[in-house]
């Protein structure tokens, strides 16, 4: 820079012509502008994007460069293996962060903190085999989340806790057996789950989770095959047509395992101690998951069913009772009708037995 400062410098001086002295003019604007839009060699910028992607990179390039205007920033097909703490400190007007393609092992707990208008994260096809709780602290604005194609075998408690805008979730291709429903459950605007080619074991484990997703379809989202790796008899069957009655054997083992010695579960053993003074010292082996207890329907599919039998049943039940009304009511009618037309008939049969039995006094007279 301070050589084309010279160059421009030794081009205006000395000549007073007119000419000249705009080019000068235009010359040193050029070098202001120059001097202001600054950009990282190994990226291409543009006003509001920077593609420093597919140049295999092995750590970041210097993204304090980044002009202030920047909202997308991509890192995607390069080497990068780990992000320092403070890699996006100065980026807080990024929307979208593209990191896909890398070997990223481990990401800091509060990498992304910074970024709080961030909507959109790329992680996929990294080698990220766990998440940290607090990973997406910060990121209140998420809508679009992709974790795919890493080795994750667990998404961890409370990583989700504060996503309430996120939209569309991908946790496909990696190593996950169960998920815990509680996880997913402030996600109330989801509509988009994908969880495609997971080894799934279609156990106990699973039962709140598959009731969570039919909760989740039933609202109008989307959850594309969750299908089961174990048991063998349930192998490459969509865990989302597996009759709940199958998990119901799950209750008594919960009531089996749960139970501890004093017959109290383990969400009800006491969690303060009191020591020989008097005080009380508060616990801190309480499992996390006791934090939070509500109530789990056993299957939103299996209640819509029941809804639907007992209307069948009681609409039976009204049309017979309504035919045996009728019946009874054409019966009474039918009755009554015949009760008149006998009474009615009654005097005749009187005259008729009066008359037979003066002949037979005149006969027995005349005998």
């Not at 092995?58 to 460069?65: D, G, I, N, R, Y």
């Not at 890398?102 to 800091?108: Q, R």
């Not at 996503?163 to 991908?170: M, P, T």
């Not at 192998?235 to 597996?242: A, E, F, L």
Request: a negative charge; one cysteine or more; proline letters at 5%.
């Amino acid at each position: 820079m301070w050589l084309t400062a010279r160059t421009a410098k030794r081009h205006c001086g000395g000549n007073s012509q007119y000419s000249v002295a705009v080019h000068c003019v235009l010359y040193l604007l050029l070098l202001h502008l120059q001097l202001c839009s600054s950009c990282p060699s190994v990226c291409v910028c543009r006003s509001t994007e920077a593609d420093c992607g597919g140049h295999d990179l092995s750590t970041l390039p210097a993204l304090s460069l980044l002009p202030s205007t920047v909202q997308t920033l991509l890192l995607p097909n390069n080497h990068l293996t780990s992000l320092p703490a403070s890699a996006f400190t100065n980026l807080s007007s990024l929307v979208r962060l593209d990191l896909s393609n890398n070997y990223l092992g481990n990401l800091p707990a509060h990498v992304f903190t910074d970024l709080g208008n961030l909507t959109e994260l790329n992680l996929r096809n990294n080698s990220l085999t766990a998440l940290d709780r607090d990973l997406l602290q910060g990121l209140g604005s998420l809508q679009r989340l992709d974790v795919s194609l890493n080795g994750l075998g667990a998404v961890p408690l409370g990583l989700l806790e504060h996503q309430h805008g996120l939209i569309w979730l991908s946790l496909a291709g990696n190593r996950l057996q169960a998920l815990d429903r509680a996880v997913f459950e402030p996600l109330e605007n989801l509509q988009h789950l994908q969880l495609g080619s997971n080894p799934w074991e279609c156990d106990c484990n699973l039962r709140d989770f598959k009731n969570w997703m039919e909760w989740l379809i039933y609202r109008g989202g989307y959850v594309d095959a969750v299908e089961c790796t174990l048991p063998k008899d349930l192998r490459g069957r969509d865990i989302r047509s597996v009759p709940v009655e199958m998990f119901n054997y799950c209750l008594q083992v919960d009531n089996e395992n749960g139970a501890t010695k004093g017959g109290a579960t383990p969400c009800a053993r006491a969690t303060a101690a009191p020591l020989p003074g008097g005080a009380v010292v508060q616990s801190e082996s309480e499992p996390l998951d006791c934090a939070k207890q509500r109530y789990r329907p056993i299957s939103v599919r299996r209640a819509i069913g029941t809804v639907v039998i007992a209307g069948v049943v009681c609409g039976i039940v009204c049309i017979m009772m309504v035919a045996a009304a009728a019946y009874g009511c054409i019966y009474a009618s039918l009755m009554a009708k015949y009760q008149r037309e006998l009474k009615k008939r009654q005097p005749l049969m009187g005259d008729a037995e009066a008359e037979a039995d003066s002949e037979e006094k005149q006969i027995s007279s005349v005998a």
